[in-house]
């Protein structure tokens, strides 16, 4: 099995940035299927550790830039194989059920205050609500009918795909899941502290003093409109499982400018007919386009959303495309609720987040490119537009339906 990331083409190499690299990109994406997780602390259900208004901390600061990748230090490789060796003491098979899978894999590591579950991303929900929330959707239910698969991978593919692994495996992609979210911690602190308002600690301005730089005082202020990529560079998924890679394709066309094919990102995405998962997404954009650079995103990570208010999102998808000139790797369900051209309820699914738009009635939509065309698929159905603008809320309300519910920025 291959468990590798690919060297991007066409992309001045730095050669600090790439041994940074090759300690964590070995093997990153066979694991996108993990679940959630341990706490760093005893008490599961308390808050993580520096979250906490009244943790130790530095004056307020606004940022307007990123934090590049850090070093994994000896804390965080300790952490690591706590959490790995925790997996080793807990046995599955092919014949596991689904509930025991999603509640036995539920594991998570907090590095500097931060806490980064399986699969799910950065997030400051606690192990129990991490457990429940999995748990909830493995749980086989009667009344839930057939969607559309569009090619966002399924929990229950994930865990079916996680429980065929060997433990060497296993801990080989855990491993260096863990090791690529540790090296990120600097940017999920900015976020939060620049999206929700969470103070940062005097211990990590100590700690990551280009951090600090990075924090510099910002306005919030952005223009009423704004998009980045060319709706020349769009293409339809040609495979009804290839949201995720010709998401891909289309962020990479646009750094690169130069269009290559679905079957070479899902060969990197590790993409199967079950579909992709989103910590691939993350690591095959951090690879093969600059838009992860300080200069623009910094490092892709994998975002629980979970606790964003409408607003708090917004301001996320505003600052990414606006202040760092990058796409959003949007993970929504596809539902007729939300979105008005669809003629039949679809599975989780990945579009790119390229554009935002108050109108002057106070209207907000967002923009982004859709791989899906239902017509592609089925005739009868009506085509599908590349480019779209429609309503903020109800993307928002798509992506908070997913039961991950996270992004990639």
Known sequence: ?????????????DPARSRRRRTIAVAAGALTLLVA??????????????????????PALRSSATAGPGAVTPQMRAEIERVVAEGERTPVSARSSAYRLATAMTRCATFEGQRYCLGIGWTTSSQEEVTSRLAEAAAPTPTRTDTEETGDLSLLAALRRYSKLSPRERATAERAELAAAASAVAKVWLIRHDIQGVPLPASFLEQHPEAAVAARTTTRKHP?????????????????????PTTVQMIAWGW???????ALWADRL?????????????RVVNHNSGYDREDHAGPYIVLDISDFTYK??????KKHIHTYKAPVVLHPILLKQYYPYLDDDASGHFQVGRGYHRTKDGQKLLGYFEPWDQSKFDPTEPRIARSQWQSAYKSYRANQAHFQHNVGV
């Not at 690169?256 to 679905?262: L, M, T, Y």
């Open 224 to 244: 009423r409109k704004f998009k980045i990529l060319s709706e020349l560079q769009v293409r339809p998924q040609n495979r009804s499982y290839y949201c995720g």
């Open 270 to 282: 590790h993409t199967t007919t079950a579909g992709t998962g989103i910590t691939d997404m993350v």
């Open 256 to 262: 690169r400018d130069r269009r290559q094919g679905q």
């Open 37 to 58: 997780g341990t706490p760093f602390l005893p008490d599961a259900s308390g808050p993580v550790p520096g979250l906490s208004p009244r943790a130790s901390e530095a």
């Open 312 to 317: 708090q999102w917004w301001r996320l998808i």
């Open 1 to 13: 099995m291959n468990l590798g990331s690919s060297t991007p083409e066409n992309r001045p190499v």
